[in-house]
């Protein structure tokens, strides 16, 4: 059989309904603006506006499993520039989740370092940058980690020589079990929704 | 009439200063019989406006000649009445303005100028409005009872005049009647096609005569004493009308002719026409087992935006596509709309129907379709689709809808073929050729003319019978036809009903002004009409030939038959006749080549030359007038000479110029061809065409061809203007004066 | 003026210098400050890798739910990250009440209730429309006359919702340079992204974006770049070195906070109030050279 990729809208059915800011992609007229207004479009290996045009071809693989949907640095300039007002950005973080979610690590690095910021605002309350950044290496292992301090261990000393790094791990909120639990039913709400 | 003439001379606006206005009195008006001549510092303002009609009143002055500004300003103030003849002389746009002041040339132009005027306002005769044998309807004659038809008839009758309905089917209502729901302002949701009030609306109105079941047999006569046979059941019946709109409507394009699409071929593959049939009967089903419909798709541009079809986007099919998927998502949220398409062309307001559709999770696929085929029981659709970069196969459908485009009711299925003349090189072995298709033969019979051009509307292109849509829309090549709706260009319900009413509005101008003499757009207003001296005439038909309007019949001997209200008044009669016989009370071979003769040709030794511009009114003299509004610069050798049309340029004029000493013609005159700007479709088409026979006069007088030139020039190209007139004085400089002079 | 003072994580760290400098010299201009009882964390930009869009938005909403209990006072974030993050959630729920409704399920496990009536704004947004450029160069001892600074206005700052300035065309970091005196120079490089939260991560292709922003500071005339968001400042700031090992360039330009300029030119402690020793590129030597 030829390799013809077939159109199935079960996927673009299933973005819809499970991602976040799924259904506005609906929206999209492919003018590419997203594409040409992303600092990071080089470096993708789908714009945006290509990972619409997927959904809706059906090519699950290809949009769970992109690279550009972790590489967002949020700054919203396709949010600005989107004719038809879709909050592009939104909906590549929204589908970063759902495939981090479904097991696709595109870009290892970015989703340990994002995984790693929400643990820390789950566990603590608040970010403690040092720490965040320790667990961050260290989460691929101690080996890697040991290699990004060193790597980075001028950025540290110069940090805390200028007392923009404290050495004293940060503390928990006061309210950190009412916080979880707010959180806690945020996901589920989530987990519901995805259900239906 | 007897004449009593004066002239005035503005000095104000930078007159005064450039001139020397008590010799340019003088010497302008010298060979001329000038009972007043005087000069007012500001002749538009109250006091000068009433030195003028003092005279009037107190001299018996009826020909006033004003120089001053361009005509095309001032014109309300300087209208002294019916009785009174005016003529402009134009001494600021084209001399204070633009030249430099105090200067010897400078003065030598506005002389020029105002003998010029002298000379036309000594030729000219106040008009004597054309009136018929005939008793005058205004009626309007309306043939198509679809949306466009309806809503024209509507519209005349509430403006107070009767409408005449003509519908071939029994029953009114076309296309819209068909439709289950229609799309339009604002564009949100589907609508009621609205289609039964508007015909309840029809029935009611006692000033429409509804005629179902007819067709119109036969047109005669002209705008104002139309003879209309209609054809009722079988019966004949005789109408008499104004004016005439068409709105016969459009046909899908013909499906058969997609079998590339599946079309024929699979039951379930359906035009949007047959979708909305199914539709507007109650249930969308698969037509081969009527079995229900989950997977649509819609395949847009079926043939349209395609050479080898339909060339051009019927701006609708779009539209119509998304309120089919509508349905199908009524009918079953859960069925899925696939668009095939090139570009989605929603335009205006309509977006937001687009927005709708996308909303209600329709998937767009920018793409062709590269095949249709069969599998399982199911449709499939491969298409390359083009923002993906590969072909895609679509499966597993249980309808595909080919969204086809209009086609204008007036085109014949098959290119009628006609006697061919006997110089044609294209005609077949039975000496028979393809008629073109703004012959006015190239088209169903509507409207039946009975007139010696052809019996149908001209089509501009792709068999839809336009004019020049954005200087006249409505207009077309008919005098007191016009067109509306589809049949004109493909237009969606809101857009036809603002283009039949504006259809309805200008017949009941068209019968308005008709009844007193009066000619419409371009010259609308206009008295004057074309006086034919049958006795010099030689039936050569270039005149019954080559009028764009067809205003002219013939009888069997060839002698030219004119309907004056037919005629635009753009002359070109008049410069196609060798004997000169054809003349307008303002406007005439002689007067024209009057103005040319009183123009003074220096002698050689003063190394002056002269040059004559014959100027379209239309777009070329606005032009030039910009470009002095802009105090642009440019030879104070040329002398302008204002043409209706430059259809209506007579060779004389550049013969007797030139055997004067005249040393270059320079002819401007509107964009000719395809995209033609002429006001009057042709007339600067069949000037160009003259020209080339101007060789013939060149060879005789042992002239260089230089001498004379046509350019095309628009309303927007006034900064060109001065580049033209420098070229071609270059081009004189180089061939050298004209050995004529002083002859 | 009484203002919550929502500063964030960062603040308290990486951009220390940032709240040193904000405090003392707003305070100079007669604004007051409390800070949200037992605030938590925004979620920042990347936080979406690890947590729904709900859960974000509650994070956001438990802060500002405390806010409108303790006096509903405007609360105003220095951090662009913080900003964004609250203001998006304030605009959301109110276009979508279900949202709202939601969100107070979620904030009801601890107690909690947003009714959706406070205002987020941004520290420029504050100083520029409730302050003024007027009572600003009022304030000023010594002008920056003469210090040619980019206005580094960045991304989450103005994006997407535009409350105070231009998204496209931001004016009002220029103008309140320039009421303290400094020659704003024009930048277009002004609203780029710097990488944002993605630097670590993806350092290799966001030090060119970093590098194309000081190359256009540096080329339009900029002795140095003030900025007002702590990602912006470090993203700019330490990884110069880097870039110059990276592209062979000599990148070494000081950038300092909008705040640090405000207290030097309302004649404060350059370090005490300025902050200019938590500066890794010191920015003394050019602000020296321009004023003095």
Redesign the interface.
Known sequence: MENKMGYNASFAEEVFRNVDSGDEIKMCMNCGVCAASCPLREHMDYPPRQIFSLIRAGKREEVLGSQSIMLCTSCYTCVVKCPRSIPVMDVMHGLAHYALKKGYTPRIEAARFGKEFWNQVYRRGRVDERDLAQRAYFAGGFWEGVKKILEFADVGIKLVLHRRMKLIPEKKIKGISTLRKMLDKAEMLDKGRSVQ | MDKKTAVYICTGCGIGDALNVEQLLEEGTEEFTIDVSKDHPCLCGVEGVEVIKKDIADEGINTVIIGACSYRVNYDVFNFGPDVIVERVNLREQVAWVMPPEDENTQELAEDNLRMGCSKAKDTQLPEPFKAEEEYSKDVLVVGGGIAGMTAALETAKAGYKAILVEKEDKLGGFLGKMKQSVTMPYKELADTGAAEMIAAVEAEEKIKVYTSSTVEKISGGPGIFSVDIKNNGNAVNERAGAVVQATGWVPYDANKLDHLGYGKFKDVITNVEMEEMAAAGKITRPSDGSPVKNVLFIQCAGSRDPEHLPYCSSVCCLVSMKQATYVKEQDPEAVNYVLYKDVRTVGQAEDFYRKAQQDGNIFIRGAATEVGEAGGKLFVEADDELLGENVKIEDLDLVVLAVGMVPASKPAVTPRIKAPADAENADEEGMIEVLPDSGFFANSALNLAYRQGPELPTLKYGFPDSHFICFPYETRRTGIYSAGCVKRPMETAKALDDAAGAAMKAVQCSELTAVGKAVHPRSGDMTYPEFNMNRCTQCKRCTEECPFGAINEDEKANPLPNPTRCRRCGVCMGACPERIISFKNYSVGMIGNMIKSVNVPEEDEEKPRVICLICENDALPALDMAGIKRMKWSPYVRFVQMRCLGSMNLVWIADSLSRGIDGILLMGCRHGDDYQCHFVKGSELANTRLSKVSETLDRLALESERVKFVEVGITDYEKIPKIIDDFMETIEEVGPNPYKGW | MKYFLYWG??L??????FLVSLKPSCEALGMEFLEIE????C?????????????I???NA?NLAIAEAEGGYDVVAPCSSCY?QMIKVNHEIKEDPDLLE?VN???A????KYRGNLNVRHIQDVLYNDIGVDKIKERVIKPLSGLKVAGYVG??SV??Y?EYDS??KPVVQDRLLEALGAEAVPFPNKI??C????F???MD??ME?VKNILEDALNHGAKLISTVCPMCAMNLE??Q?RINDHYGTHFDVPIVYLTQLMAIAFGMDMKKHAAL????IPPEGVIHAAIG
Not at chain 3, 12 to 17: T, V
Not at chain 3, 43 to 55: E, F, I, K, P, T
């Open positions: 994580c960062s308290e760290a990486s951009g220390a210098n037992d605030w938590n964390c979620g920042a930009s990347v936080s979406y890798a690890g947590a729904g869009d709900l859960a938005k509650v994070a438990r964004i939601q399920v979620c904030l496990e601890g107690g909690l991304c989450q994006r997407p535009g998204v496209n780029k992204c990488g944002s939260g993605l670590v991560p993806e292709y966001c974006l330490i990884y070195n020793n938590y500066n890794l």
